[in-house]
């Protein structure tokens, strides 16, 4: 809970720095999870002067008035949530307000409730830095989570085999998860073999491997809240000459592409080492999207690393690294690690070499 | 694929009726998906007079082309969305164009890539009433996703015990539906015992089954897209007779809403039905939370089923009917199934009757 309150303090030291601001409010879930640490929260407000308040229903309040013992907590009647905030406003006489996320129908709602005299402005950027940098005990929660996943992706590895069908490969790496304590799936498990390996959201079916397919798995273990991303390239059998030259290809750039990972690094000039080694050996059309993204409370959050991004790498950000070629109506192969940045480099936290196929 | 056609002319012919209304713009992820039958767009322009376009980026453009026969595909390029939909409204001669939902930045965004000539309006009701009613198809998944689900809650039945841990359980459920071809949960699984299954989104924790305690099992599959959603309490070991009775409340109020549900009905009659019967054994008090809420694409979706819901149930609603009596610093109990409304009432889609616990 501790932690939960010093990010509300860097934010509160972020955001109300510039003249005029003194409220943030919190709706998108997400970030609600990360300024509480409950996940059953409806908003947070947050004032300049005054104590925080977290919004509630009926159906959770229970629940939080147990976890939420450091925040004041409002139960909210179905309906009344924006004009709630609106009186709170008043009594902490908060004149503009940001907000991190809403949808335009709940903007207009709010703006209608908090009338004409207050300014509302939507700005997600204070916390998608905040977010962007790992503190210690989120770092410890996702070495937990890369951990369960590498152990799905060992299991991966020993399940793939002709006559399998890609959902029983599935259950098996989320089961193993599962039995060591994940609270599930990072996002929808890919096991995509033959030619559906060639999209890169390949997703799962009932497709059985057939002998010679390229495998494509990618999974991720959720740990308290905290997610993982994890990608091995499989071929059910023996690979075959092209097979392994594009497999290692994805290898050696995805390699050079974590070495390239260091604090004050531009995440484009990372993006650009695996993209050059896949574009020289002439497979640069078919790497068909960015070389990775950040990960922590969702799977895809910042900071991006493509060849457009503006990000610069810090101590403290995870992201994924995953390099792939895809060759339509062939198969593809991507290799994607989660690393943790360091003074010196990278770590990765996801870990776990396998042969491509029988040898 | 045909199905889906069949939905986007639905809409056209409920959405294109106002006058001066000529295009829809759909963003909405799980719209995306109801409308294309695929995961991997990112808008999806409909025309009064003119081919619907479906917009992907490079990452998904592959996937697309390969499962959208049916659909003009175009691909755009990483911040070029909205600039690319503002020129193809041009083509179309839209004028007023309806949005299903989008945040208050994006629709900033695309405000301005129209330019102040276009009338853009948010309204996401239309979708709101197709989606409510489910068409064959649809019935067919939910009726497999609810197969699915029933079959976890059988394994759940066989697994709870004292000594287990609640992941541990949930562990033996996901994997007893993906094994049977499940695409995954439908929302994270509860398994609550003890003093925590008094919370009605309770989770799933470390924390081991005790001898006498209630276990509220709360699970959903997934399949193809169509979820299903279930809870069942059982208590490890011999049921003390406070549990028995307030289980048996419980009972009596989900059966008597079960019957209620019926073409034509007020679903807040509905939940009354359920409320009165728990009100009138005095736990009123207790029961926070609606009586239930369409399921379908996504786990909560109209129709509501609560107290101040304003629906009225049709021929091809699915909906959860699952009361629950929740006892704080003790215990909470809830029986819920998933039901589709048919000509004559209410038919379980989710089915398995068990023991609270030893007898």
Redesign the interface.
């Known amino acids: 809970m501790a932690s939960t309150l010093k990010r509300i303090d860097a934010l509160k030291q972020a955001a109300f720095r510039e003249d005029g601001i003194d409220g943030f409010l919190i709706f998108n879930s997400t970030n609600l999870t990360y300024f509480t640490g409950f996940?059953?929260a409806s908003a947070l407000l947050i004032p300049k002067n005054g104590e925080s308040r977290v919004y509630v229903y009926?159906?959770?309040?229970?629940?939080a008035k147990?976890e939420l013992g450091e925040f004041m907590v409002e139960l909210v009647e179905?309906?009344e949530l924006m004009t709630d905030i609106a009186k709170q406003t008043k009594v902490f006489k908060i004149g503009k307000l940001l907000?991190d996320?809403?949808?335009?129908?709940s903007?207009r709602a709010l703006a209608e409730s908090l009338g004409d005299e207050k300014e509302l402005a939507?700005d997600?950027s204070f916390i998608r830095e905040l977010r962007k940098v790992k503190d210690k005990k989120e770092i410890d929660l996702m070495r937990k989570a890369a951990e369960l996943t590498s152990e799905g992706m060992r299991v991966a590895y020993e399940t793939v085999a002709a006559g399998m069908r890609e959902?029983?490969v599935?259950?098996e790496i989320?089961?193993a998860m599962?039995?060591q304590?994940?609270?599930?799936?990072a996002f929808?498990?890919i096991v995509a073999s033959g030619v559906c390996s060639?999209?890169?959201?390949?997703?799962?079916s009932?497709r059985k491997i057939r002998e010679g397919d390229l495998v494509v798995v990618d999974v991720g273990a959720t740990y308290k809240f905290y997610r993982s991303d994890m990608t091995r390239t499989f071929v059910a059998g023996k690979p075959s000459e092209k097979q392994k030259k594009v497999y290692q290809i994805v290898k050696t750039a995805q390699e050079k592409a974590v070495e390239a990972v260091k604090p004050n690094v531009k995440t484009k000039d990372v993006d650009g080492v695996a993209r050059k080694i896949i574009g020289d050996a002439g497979y640069g059309e078919q790497f068909?999207?960015n070389l990775g993204h950040g990960v922590g409370l969702e799977v895809h959050e910042p900071p991006t690393l493509?060849p457009?991004s503006t990000d610069t790498l810090e101590v403290g950000n995870v992201v994924t690294v995953e390099p792939g070629i895809?060759l339509?109506s062939y198969g593809g192969v991507r290799i994607e690690d989660t690393v943790l940045v360091r003074r010196n480099g990278a770590e990765k936290l996801t870990i776990g070499s396998y042969a491509l196929g029988e040898e």
Chains 1, 2 share one sequence.
Do not use: M, Q
Not at 58 to 63: E, K
Not at 101 to 105: D, K, R, S, V
Not at 181 to 185: A, L, N, R
């Open positions: 996940s059953g009926g159906v959770n309040y229970a629940h147990a179905r309906g907000v996320a809403l949808n335009i129908e903007w939507a997600n959902y029983e599935a259950a989320e089961y599962r039995k304590g994940s609270s599930g799936t929808e498990t060639a999209f890169p959201h390949g997703g799962c009932d068909v999207h493509g457009d895809y339509v």
